[in-house]
């Protein structure tokens, strides 16, 4: 009989002890986990502080007894794994209750401590609560009594997630971003939508926020603003929990994931590695990166659950598709963005559209803000990110499926995608965005909101194509009006002109540009139209 021990019982580990059991009767599994708790959905628990879930119990999945009953499975709570003896093949095992210690030997070992939080060298910050445990998150419920106002630190999604539910209990929320934008996934101009939305939902969002002080009432930031705040949380972000690997002396990456091979194996061929301690590989550009993302750890779980057992297979690269909801919108991504693309010197197409979630004409329709970015050389998708109140679930999928498929953005346009009125539209905005890359692909041009001031200093004419009513109501400074339905006659007035064209989301901007080419001028479009533009240049 083998014995497997596992270091983590949730996400990842909870997943690989499950799988040996389904693959192999009679291994002794053991399963230890720091906390007193195994299997508890820790991406419920912003949820559970807003009273989404009401009962605590909703988010404990399993018990060390449950897993006993069921699997056959040893899991220890509120043990604590030290003192790997990689030549003896033992693990060192510490209640934290008792001390108790015993020395474990292992035939396979697996290493699934997750992540910790980021804590900062701030003043005060030993008063500042984090979320990633049942413990934490029964410590700031306790908290809760009574306080009326939240400080924040950090813009990303767990930041987001709490300052909606803690917003839902009538707590005034600030949240305190370092960037220059909150969700750094996301480019500015999508990231925009993300903070209006919850700016008109009573939260305030401070982004170049460099906090400097936290006492028992307040945060102090460098520009020397004060923020109310009779809670804080840290959401700054995690770290690989890598110690143990270290320790052992693993291999760890620059960044500190454990360095794992495509079947999670770590330096140590009797050692593997999976969730957000481990590294993976990115699907674009194949290069190490961090992923702490519970589906990627359920799947590696499984895998290695395989490997341990005997049969071959390979991990994929990750393409780190991800979602948060706050107050109803949705904001998903997948793959690179576009500044991430920039800063590889990546030659890239970027396209921007805004269409509606579904069939205008049917009830209910919202609008959804849809980017691509595609590879200029082969077409290839890198990155996609949606923002809106319904359907943006579905495209992103759409499109992460496309990429792990091998599809390119022109390849959109074929997709055949369910299709009624209360759903979609005969032209989903997955299709539309394949057919404006095969526009570009053969040919068009357009130019992005960042690039107009450029545009113009060299020499470009701004031109909106929009009604006049719309001109009037606001246009991008230095514009001159022509409706599109009036081009046919006034193409005269840009006769040896270079024309930069945009209405409101594209679509007119691209009939003009049609037509501007077809009749000997040199054109353009603005891509995603002066509402991309504004969406970044009007506050």
Request: overall charge negative.
């Amino acid at each position: 009989m083998t014995t497997t021990v596992i270091v983590g019982g949730v996400a990842g580990g909870m997943s690989t002890a499950t799988r040996l059991r389904r693959r192999d009767e009679k291994m002794e599994i053991i399963v230890v986990e720091a906390s007193g708790y195994v299997s508890f959905a820790n991406c419920g628990l912003p949820y559970y502080l807003g009273d989404v879930i009401e009962d605590r119990d909703e988010l404990l999945l399993q018990s060390p007894e449950s897993l006993k009953a069921r699997f056959n499975l040893d899991v220890r709570v509120n043990t604590r794994a030290s003192d790997i003896d990689r030549a003896a093949q033992t693990i060192a095992l510490t209640n934290t209750l008792t001390g108790e210690r015993v020395t474990q030997a292992y035939d396979h070992l697996v290493l699934s401590p997750g992540a910790a939080p980021v804590t900062p060298n701030i003043p005060g910050i030993e008063k500042a609560h984090t979320l990633r445990t049942v413990e934490d998150v029964d410590r700031i419920t306790a908290a809760l009594a009574g306080m009326e106002t939240a400080a924040l630190i950090g813009g990303g999604f767990i930041g987001l997630e709490l300052a909606e539910n803690l917003a839902h209990r009538g707590i005034d929320v600030t949240v305190l971003e370092f960037s220059e934008q909150i969700m750094a996934p996301l480019d500015p101009e999508m990231a925009i939508y993300v903070q209006r939305h919850l700016e008109n939902n009573g939260v305030t969002v401070l982004t170049g926020a460099d906090t400097v002080n936290i006492t028992d009432k307040q945060v102090e930031l460098r520009d020397g603003r004060v923020i109310p705040a009779d809670l804080v949380v840290a959401a700054i972000g995690v770290r690989p929990a890598s110690e143990l690997a270290a320790e052992a002396g693993l291999e760890v990456g620059e960044r500190g994931g454990i360095v794992v091979d495509d079947a999670q194996r770590t330096s140590d061929p009797a050692i593997f590695a999976l969730g957000d301690a481990a590294e993976k590989r990115d699907a674009v550009s194949g290069d190490a990166t961090l992923v702490p993302l519970a589906q990627t750890a359920n799947r590696h779980g499984r895998l290695i659950a395989d490997v341990i057992t005997g049969r071959k297979t390979t991990s994929q690269k990750t393409l780190g598709t991800a979602i948060v909801g706050v107050f109803g919108l949705q904001a998903a991504s997948v793959g690179w963005s576009e500044k991430r693309a920039r800063a590889a010197e990546r030659d890239i197409r970027v396209i921007h559209l805004h269409p509606q979630d579904h069939a205008g004409y049917y009830p209910g329709s919202s609008q959804i803000h849809l980017k691509l970015v595609v590879d200029a050389a082969d077409d290839a998708i890198l990155g996609a990110q949606v923002v809106g109140e319904a359907g943006a679930d579905k495209r992103i999928d759409v499109i992460a499926t496309a990429m792990r498929g091998g599809l390119t953005a022109s390849d959109l346009a074929d997709l055949e995608l369910a299709y009624a009125p209360q759903f979609g539209s005969a032209k989903d905005p997955v299709n539309m965005a394949g057919f404006i890359a095969d526009n570009l692909a053969n040919g068009e041009k357009t130019a992005q909101y960042h690039e107009v001031e450029q545009a113009v200093a060299d020499g470009w004419t701004l031109v909106d194509v929009r009604s006049e009513g719309e001109f009037a109501r606001g246009t991008i400074p230095g514009a001159v009006n022509i409706p599109v339905d009036d081009l046919h006659g006034r193409m005269d007035e840009l006769a040896d002109q270079k024309v930069l064209a945009f209405c409101r989301v594209g679509q007119r901007g691209h009939v003009a540009v049609s037509l501007l080419e077809n009749s000997g001028v040199e054109a353009a479009n603005l891509d995603g139209g002066y509402l991309t533009w504004s969406a970044v240049n009007i506050h």
